[in-house]
């Protein structure tokens, strides 16, 4: 049987994610440090609110409220005992809102990095972080998401390890890396080896990709590798709202709604199957991408140039298959939203 997602997919061809879900939380009165996850309890209208306005906004896919959700982050704020329940909380939050979209809306749970490196470079084995992701993934299962979403990784066998716990609880899943050094991840995956990731598990993905990192610009060009590489494959591009630039202490976004749809137009030109906005993207910027990827059919294969030529220069180093990084600015790694 057909699980949601790729009933969507086959229905619509390309859908619409969600936005930010930190940046649009802080405009909503978070604090810098407090966790996000807690609001599922503290302050659920504002959590409903948040995925209200993305499914206003057009939104086919909504993420719940659960990026930091397993217990090794959740240990920094006291809660890591409380995982089950806040991450079936934030499904409940995230289907309530869907259920009474009146039309399709799909309830992806997000599965962010549990910010603990795995062995070799770190004391956390592959079977802890299964571990620690099934035990997220079943809060998640128990509030009724449709399919593991599994975002902003950096480490390949992390990922793998996500995608080893859906499974295990019986959800189709789904994974973005964020390509944000030198072209590459943190650690060194390229865009074009993304589709490796979970080979040899006894669940495919339902679909790759790519979120976060550094720019608009950026992520197309980690797209473009990705639809190279697996022209048939379904992929995930969830790019941050152009460029982030500090002011004092804060982090604004340069992307406009009208640079937001049209990196959803070249998206689609490259073959992205689902397309979202990342950190800064704002309920109206996802109005403007909803409205350019129902107005667009899909044109010419965009090339690097007209990317940059449209949205603006690479921010991100790239990297040639020695390593070797050429470009001009490097990119940092950012918590989602």
Avoid at 61 to 73: A, D, K, P, Y
Avoid at 129 to 152: N, P, S
């Amino acid at each position: 049987m057909a699980n949601p997602l790729d009933t969507l997919i086959a229905e619509k061809g390309v859908l619409l994610a969600d936005g930010a879900t930190g940046t649009n939380l802080f405009n909503m009165g978070l604090e810098s440090g407090e966790a996000p996850e807690l609001w599922n309890e503290t302050q659920p209208e504002k959590i409903a609110d948040l995925h209200q306005g993305f499914v206003d906004a057009g939104a086919d896919i909504i993420l719940t409220n659960s990026f930091g959700g397993t217990r090794h982050r959740l240990k920094l704020h006291h809660a890591q005992d409380r995982v089950h329940e806040l991450n079936k909380q934030a499904g409940l939050i995230a289907r309530s809102v869907a259920e009474k979209a009146g039309r399709p809306v799909i309830v992806a749970g997000s599965v962010g990095p549990t910010g603990e490196l795995l062995e070799p470079l770190g004391a956390l084995t592959y079977d802890q972080a299964v571990e620690a992701f099934v035990e997220q993934l079943e809060g998640l299962k128990a509030g009724g998401v449709d399919v593991a979403w599994i975002e902003t990784m950096s480490a390949p066998a992390e990922a793998r390890a996500a995608a080893d716990a859906a499974i295990k609880v019986g959800l189709p899943y789904t994974y973005t890396v964020s390509f944000d050094t030198a072209g590459r991840s943190m650690m060194g995956l390229h865009p074009k080896d993304i589709h490796g990731v979970a080979d040899g598990l006894a669940q495919a993905p339902e679909a790759v990709g790519a979120n976060c990192g550094v720019g608009a610009s950026d992520i197309l060009s980690s797209l473009l590798d990705m639809t190279a590489a697996r022209p048939d494959a379904k992929i995930i591009v969830k790019g941050n709202c152009g460029i982030p630039e500090f002011h004092g202490t804060d982090i604004h976004y340069s992307g406009t709604p009208e640079l937001m749809a049209d990196y959803a137009r070249l998206a689609m030109d490259a073959g992205a199957t689902i397309i979202g906005g990342c950190c800064g993207t704002s309920f109206g910027h996802l109005k403007a991408m909803r409205d350019a990827i129902d107005g667009h059919s899909k044109a010419e294969r965009p090339t690097v140039e007209t990317i940059t030529s449209r949205i603006g220069p690479l921010r991100n180093k790239q990297a040639d298959e020695s390593g070797a990084a050429s470009g001009n600015e490097g990119g940092r790694r950012r918590r989602r939203g």
